[in-house]
């Protein structure tokens, strides 16, 4: 089948199971939204990030037929399963059965053998609906239950498609689609629980049967790897644990007028205790109100911790009390090769991660640098805004306050002052981390067949002002990804809710701050545990911070379709330039490693670079 595009049969069960995805998108959206046209954007979406793999896995065995790198160990235990011999497994691998009994399952359905090709291929079939779980993700997130919205009625937004398609795209995720890999089965099945899970807390009230394929799937993410209980419990699990508390919703009073301190700690505190908790859309949310924020939803889970694990967490706690004896069976986290995988106190990954979404989402910051100039040429500008409305605690100007009160509640007013204490605190804390926290993995200099060791080897271990030089370049990159999850300037946001609520995008709107916090809380438990820093280890962190990312113009002010899709565009390029740079090293750049005296080692096997 089309010998010229580097295509065989296989991609014809594709097709055909792609048209089944047509026929009940096409339906599925007639009949919700009266649109014709979301079910056949994405299905070509679809078929494009498809063929996309299917000629990176075609390349790929062309040129390596035998299995690479990890795969060493992935194929050979899948195809001894393929052989019926479940009792036999490679203590080197370090992940449950999950990938191999998937792959078993999919291609006894499609007649397939367990040779290398089509083993990898099993991820080829994949990475399209990935593409799909993420769009639905991101379409939830932008049509939750409202007024006006109240069977929760999902309309695909075109920047809900092209975010999953740029997410499908993710250079290091899509790199792993034409190898037998577990990325992208993981990254698919956490999907999928996500988008259960917005389909949970787009309700006050789940099912019986709900919370059984919400355990159902947090139990599968488990079996594909064992990280994956910091996505489906503490992530997807705090922010049902938010949703419960929210749903408590307390009648509301007046704010009285607070005389000390301490009377407007206790009403404050009272008022979480109910459910009333401190959560403001992150564009409007100054440094104190992550403090509040966190506060609120802490005292709200204390006081209504019997109905929140009642009506909505009992299901994840189900999946982490499972995790916990997992860990007490085997003895730790990973199943084999525990010498080489002891947990370790990592802060220093918390570092890396915001350089490393700053490359790969360089289009999604370009506003924000945009902005920065337009600051820069404008720098008295901003002193003349009103200041936008605030939900803190009510301010005055009473004779009567103490002088506590006052203090706390002007420093609480002041984004200048919170502003540099932040950024004063962030760079000592990244300075402290990358003094006393900075570990090195044997592995990580051992194999130069991977890009990290270059990355290392010309940035923190070329020379010790380089490591301590990084520092403010990693709190930049941290406060560019920041705003990225904030929208449009909170001023934009400001003047378009004073419109009619018809005119405000519900694309652009940006997260509540608490979701933004239980992202950092699970990215920072899933990284700093991992001695190995590997591009791989940061998928998933990506993946929820890029569908958190609301859409805005390329162009301040500017709502021409250029302006308003620039942004996308330019990610889907950008991303495509990577995978094939990336690809293209892959293929053509093989090497052999040598020893001093110029002799073949690894028996004279042939080494790519690859993420």
């Excluded at 089944?20 to 494009?48: E, P, V």
């Excluded at 922010?239 to 404050?268: D, N």
């Excluded at 380089?466 to 929208?487: I, S």
Aim: charged fraction near 10%.
């Amino acid at each position: 089948m089309a010998p010229w595009l580097g295509l065989d049969s296989s991609f014809g069960v594709q097709v055909a199971r792609y048209g089944l995805i047509f026929l009940i998108l096409r339906l599925y959206t007639i009949h919700k939204t009266g649109l014709f046209s979301s079910g056949s954007y994405i299905i070509l979406s679809l078929g494009a990030v498809g063929l996309l793999a299917q000629r990176w896995a075609s390349s790929v065995t062309n040129h390596v037929p035998g299995p690479y790198l990890d795969e060493v160990f992935h194929i050979p235990q899948a195809q001894v399963y393929c052989d019926g011999k479940y009792r036999v497994w490679d203590d080197k691998i370090t992940t449950p059965p999950g990938l191999y009994v998937l792959t078993i399952l999919a291609n006894s359905l499609s007649g397939w053998p367990c040779s290398v090709y089509y083993l990898r291929l099993f991820n080829v079939e994949i990475i399209p609906y990935l593409a799909l779980a993420a769009t639905m993700s991101r379409t939830r997130l932008e049509q939750p239950k409202t007024a006006g919205n109240k069977e929760g009625r999902s309309r695909f937004s075109l920047y809900a498609v092209w975010t999953g398609i740029n997410i499908s795209l993710f250079p290091v995720l899509f790199f792993f689609s034409g190898l037998y890999y577990t990325d992208v089965i993981s990254t698919f099945v956490v999907l999928l629980a996500y988008v259960n899970h917005l389909g949970r807390v787009s309700k006050d009230r789940t099912s019986l049967a709900n919370d059984a394929y919400t355990l159902f799937l947090g139990l599968l993410a488990l079996c594909m790897r064992q990280t994956n209980i910091f996505w489906v419990v503490v992530y997807m699990g705090g922010l049902e644990a938010v949703h419960g508390i929210k749903t408590l919703r307390p009648e509301p009073i007046a704010t009285p007028a607070f005389t000390t301190l301490s009377q407007q700690i206790q009403f404050y505190a009272w008022r979480y205790s109910l459910g009333d908790i401190h959560d403001p859309p992150l564009n409007l949310t100054f440094p104190s109100d992550l403090v509040l924020c966190t506060f609120s939803i802490v005292i709200a889970a204390i006081y209504n911790l019997g109905t929140i694990i009642r009506q909505r967490i009992w299901p994840h706690l189900v999946v982490l009390g499972v995790f916990v004896g997992f860990v007490v069976w085997n003895g730790g986290v990973v199943l084999g090769d525990k010498s080489n995988h002891v947990a370790t106190l990592h802060l220093a990954q918390m570092l890396y991660i915001w350089p490393l979404f700053a490359f790969f989402s360089v289009p999604l910051l370009f506003p924000y640098l945009l902005d920065m100039l337009t600051l820069a040429l404008k720098p008295f500008t901003s002193s003349a805004k009103a200041p936008l409305p605030r939900n803190n605690p009510k301010e005055t100007n009473d004779s009567r306050q103490s002088v506590a009160l006052k203090v706390f509640n002007l420093l609480g007013s002041s984004h200048t002052a919170q502003s540099i204490i932040v950024l004063a605190g962030a760079l000592v804390a990244a300075t402290l981390i990358v003094r006393f926290n900075t570990i090195i993995h044997p592995f990580t200099l051992a194999d130069n067949r991977h890009y990290m060791f270059y990355v290392f080897r010309y940035s923190i271990l070329k020379a010790v002002w380089v490591k301590y030089g990084l520092v403010p370049v990693y709190v930049a990159c941290g406060w560019l990804c920041w705003n990225a999850l904030q929208g449009s300037s909170s001023t934009a946001v400001h003047e378009a809710q004073s419109r009619p609520s018809q005119a405000l995008d519900p694309a652009t709107i940006p997260p509540p701050t608490s979701s933004v916090l239980i992202l950092l809380l699970s990215a920072t438990l899933s990284l700093i545990t991992a001695p190995l820093v590997e591009p791989r280890y940061f998928i998933l962190p990506w993946v929820f911070w890029r569908l958190l990312v609301p859409a805005r113009p390329a162009l301040p002010g500017s709502e021409s379709l250029i302006s308003r899709w620039l942004v996308p565009f330019l990610e889907t390029v950008w991303f495509l330039i990577i995978n094939v740079a990336t690809m293209y090293i892959f293929i053509t750049r093989p090497f052999y490693w040598r020893g001093p005296s110029g002799e073949l080692l690894d028996e004279g096997r042939i080494q790519r670079f690859m993420w």
